[in-house]
Every structure is written in C-alpha cells, then in structure tokens.
C-alpha cells in the first residue's frame, strides 16, 4: 500500500480538509495514475452533504470522479498504457464482466459495479476514495485513452459531464434537423449544448440564469428561453424532439413535458434529491417519454473522448487550487459555475 494526498469530508456538514488515505499496491492489471485535473460534479456535492437517500455516505468521503492524469506505473500484464501516456477515469473503476450488461458494454448498469468513490473496496477494507487526490490505482480496463490535442483542465469533466451528455444525446439518436433543449446550464447542461451542436440539431438552452443567454449562444445554441418567463415557453409547446434535464435541484417537469412533440422525449440526468411531480396529463397528451440515463459505458467514453478529440471540444472550466473547493461547492448551489470547475492537483502538494 502506498499514502496520498486528498482532500476527505468527515461528516455531512464538515468542509472538505486535507487528509492522506491509502491506494492498493498494484495488481498486474492495475495502473497507477498521478492526478493532474479533477473536475468538481455536482453529485460530489449531493455525495458529500448526503442528500440522496437511494446512496447513502459513508465517512470520510474522499469525492472526485472527472479524473486526468498520467500513468506513473504499470502492472505486469498491462497493454493498454504505459508510464507517461495520459489516462482518464470516470464514475466507475470496477464492473463483474460477467452480466448481460456488461458484456453489451453498459457497465454502468452492471449490478455489481464499483464507482470511483464510496463504493465497497474490493481491494482494501472501507470505501473507494476518489480524484481529489494526489493519484489513483484503477484496473486498466476502467482508465480511458485521453485525446493528445486538448487542454487537460477541460478533458477532466469529459470523464462525467462529457459521457453523461453524449450518451442520452445519440441513444435519442439526436442529428442534423432535430429540435433539441437542454435545461440548465451548468457543468452537464454546456457539455449537451456543445454535442448536441456538434451532432448537428438545433439547440435551445432552457436557464433560470438571464445573464447566462450570451455563453449559451457562444457554447452553440441557436435560441436560449428564460425558463421563468412563461410566455418565452409558450412559444415552443409541442414542437421539440428531445430534451435533457440536466437541473440539480427540484423544479416543474411538467412545463417541459409540454414542450415535446409527439412521441417526444425528455431525459433527466440531473437527479435532485426529491422526487419529481408528474402529471399524468403530460404525457398523454402527445404519448409523450420520460426517461433517464446513468453516465455511460466504458466503450460510448472512450468514442466520446475520440469524437472530443476530433472535433476538439473540451468543457469550459474555472481552475482552482483544491483549497477552493469549498467556496466552489457554495457557488454551485448559486448556479455560479462558468461552466466547470476543474480542480488543479499541483495545489495538493502544499498541503
Ligand atoms: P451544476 O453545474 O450545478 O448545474 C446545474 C444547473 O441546473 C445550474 O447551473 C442551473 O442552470 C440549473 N439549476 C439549478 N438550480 C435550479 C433550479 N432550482 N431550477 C431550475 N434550474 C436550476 O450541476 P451538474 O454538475 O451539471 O449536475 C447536474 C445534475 O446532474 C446533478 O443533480 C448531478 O448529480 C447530476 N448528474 C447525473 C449524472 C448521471 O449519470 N445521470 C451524472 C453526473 C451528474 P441555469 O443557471 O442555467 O438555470
Ligand atoms: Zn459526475
């Protein structure tokens, strides 16, 4: 076993802290990856403050799971990397393998898969910890190849907000001539605006945020509605194809099931803590879909890396020293993140 650096939270209501945890000597197919960039989820805040119950935490909570780095060391029978390439690692660093699920490469579903952090540690007593730390050990089967030509600070949040975007967008099969919202623009919401631009469909940004309209049009929508503004909905009542929820907190589904065409589709991937209230009306009217989606598997991240890497998208990030981390949890709560922050792990060794 071998220490690193990172930064834990004790209890719901305790700040993030520096601490040292441990990481499992490597196995032949583990690689050991020194963290460069970790991006700040706003699920590492329903994490770190408890507030789903579906999952409950367990303490000290080591979050992090938008992971960039590079491979510092290789086990024996490791292929796939070698010391110095750049690696990423998602929300999942184990699966069974063995399931229907993952065999169709949909790991993310897999009955027994382990998540970065807070999962049971098959390897050592307690829970996984994640990227808000110094550096990782991961089965080379869960670390990604990382796209040479991007700014690594905005590779980082490809590894949740970029998959769990890109997923949803081409399993709706969104492409040129389709009508497309996305609602809230934060970490995920700007990465859906950028695919669903770059996959060719007609955007609109759906945000409680006036000021955000600008970098909505810049990021690649073609219209933005203040959502608050119940003559802009108005005006797009039955005419979308597909939309994503991308909102955190609890908000009125039903004004955007409204929205959708017929035979529509909204999938939420913002999982407020609370259950949403549906009206049955919404989706009958229009036989109407809602639906969810779970980041993705491990073969979608890696296309969405190479389709990042081709079309040269990265997330727009905010770099911070770790020692922000908990002004920037305060900030999301705000709606006050342009449009990622992505934690810069170099401020770790002064710690
Ligand atoms: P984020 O950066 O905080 O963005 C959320 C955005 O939602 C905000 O920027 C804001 O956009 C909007 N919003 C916030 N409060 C709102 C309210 N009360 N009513 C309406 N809109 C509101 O969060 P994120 O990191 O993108 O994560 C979003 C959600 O996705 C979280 O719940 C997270 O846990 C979940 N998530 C799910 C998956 C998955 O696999 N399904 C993966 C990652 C994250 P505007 O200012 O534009 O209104
Ligand atoms: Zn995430």
């Excluded at 029978?77 to 399931?99: E, I, N």
């Excluded at 307690?126 to 089967?141: F, L």
């Excluded at 997923?167 to 609602?183: D, M, N, Q």
């Excluded at 060719?200 to 970098?215: L, N, Y």
Aim: hydrophobic letters at 40%.
């Amino acid at each position: 076993m071998s220490n690193a650096k990172a930064y834990s939270a004790a209890s719901a209501t305790s700040p993030l802290a520096s601490d040292t945890i441990e990481r499992r000597d490597l196995t032949e197919q583990d690689v050991q990856i020194e963290i460069l960039f970790c991006g700040v989820c706003h699920s590492d805040l329903h994490m770190v403050r408890n507030e789903w119950s579906v999952a409950p935490t367990v303490y000290p909570i080591v979050p992090g799971h938008e992971i960039v780095g590079r491979i510092t060391q290789v086990g024996s029978a490791v292929t796939k990397f070698k010391p110095g390439d750049l690696a990423g690692v998602g929300c999942m660093v184990d699966s069974d393998g063995t399931c229907p699920q993952c065999k169709a490469g949909l790991e993310q579903f897999c009955p027994n898969m382990t998540l970065t952090y807070n999962s049971p540690d098959k390897h050592l007593d307690g829970v996984t910890y994640g990227g808000y730390s110094d550096s990782i050990v991961v089965d080379q089967r869960f670390v990604l190849r990382v796209p040479s030509n991007l700014d690594l600070a905005g590779v980082a949040p490809l590894l949740c907000a970029g998959i769990t975007t890109y997923s949803p967008l081409r399993h709706h099969g969104v492409t040129k001539g389709k009508k497309v919202g996305v609602v809230g623009l934060g970490g995920l919401g700007h990465m859906g605006v950028k695919f669903a631009h770059a996959l060719g469909a007609h955007v609109i940004v759906f945000t409680t945020s006036p000021d955000k309209k600008e970098d909505a049009l810049r990021l690649g929508a073609d219209e933005v509605v203040v959502s608050r503004n119940l003559d802009e909905m108005q005006q797009h009542v039955n005419s979308f194809d597909f939309i994503l929820d991308t909102v955190a907190a609890n908000h009125d589904i039903n004004a955007y099931l409204n929205l959708l065409r017929l035979d529509g589709n909204i999938t939420l991937v913002g999982a407020p803590p609370k259950p949403l209230e549906v009206a049955a009306f919404s989706l009958i009217m229009g036989r109407r879909n809602l639906s969810g989606s779970n980041i993705g598997g491990i073969a979608e991240t890696q296309e969405m890396l190479d389709f990042c890497g081709e079309h040269n998208i990265t997330a727009d990030v905010e770099v911070i020293p770790i020692q922000q981390v908990n002004e920037a949890y305060d900030r999301l709560l705000k709606s006050d993140v342009k449009y990622r922050f992505s934690i810069d792990m170099a401020s770790l060794k002064s710690e």
